[in-house]
């Protein structure tokens, strides 16, 4: 799907994917002479195994005799040139469709190095961006802070100075 995409967005990209045909004159008259461009670009896969268009666009003078040894009896062709033949007209087989890739192994390591970046920002703006730790968290702060509280007689009937013994000065259990 995303080889699919990326030749999909590469056509419209090119000019292949601007034009569909070319338009010539001949003898007077407006004739449209179908190019390359209006043929889909070759890409395997295996629910559309016949592509419109072969493999190898530009055949060299080796492939172009095997080409017209193939129009005669394939018997008197050998299993090599067979497979040439077939390497012309196709990328891969569907043994090799179906084989993994190694892409996985570029998209975890991609992935690693982006946390790692993110890693060492954070690091960063822990060590240059933010204060040490605010003096409202040590202990001495929150004892005070509750003293002030309970002196205050915040929420007396079911909240935090409820829980106080005025009388003896501490927790109530």
Same mark, same amino acid.
């Given at each position: ?23 010539? &004159? ?6 449209? %002479?179908?190019?390359?461009? $209006? =043929? *889909?670009?070759?890409?395997?896969? #295996? ?15 080796? &492939? ?6 193939? %129009?005669?009896?394939?018997? $008197? =062709? *050998?299993?090599?040139?067979?497979? #040439? ?29 982006? =946390? ?58």
């Amino acid at each position: 799907m995303k080889r699919m995409l990326t030749l999909r967005a590469r056509s419209l990209i090119t000019k292949c994917g601007i034009s569909t045909s070319v338009c010539i &004159q001949a003898r007077g008259r407006s004739v449209a %002479k179908v190019g390359a461009c $209006s =043929l *889909s670009p070759y890409y395997d896969r #295996k629910d559309e195994p016949l592509t419109a268009v072969d493999f190898v666009e530009q055949l060299s003078r080796d &492939q172009k005799s095997l080409k017209e040894k193939e %129009k005669s009896s394939w018997v $008197s =062709l *050998s299993t090599d040139e067979k497979l #040439k033949l077939y390497r012309i007209r196709f990328h891969q087989s569907f043994v090799e469709m179906g084989e993994g890739s190694n892409e996985w192994k570029s998209i975890i390591g991609g992935t690693l190095f982006l =946390l790692g970046l993110t890693g060492l920002y954070f690091a960063w703006q822990r060590m240059y961006v933010c204060a040490g730790v605010p003096h409202t968290f040590s202990n001495e702060w929150k004892a005070k802070q509750t003293k002030r509280m309970v002196d205050m007689r915040i929420n007396p009937i079911q909240g935090f100075a409820s829980k106080w013994d005025y009388e003896h000065n501490k927790w109530k259990k």
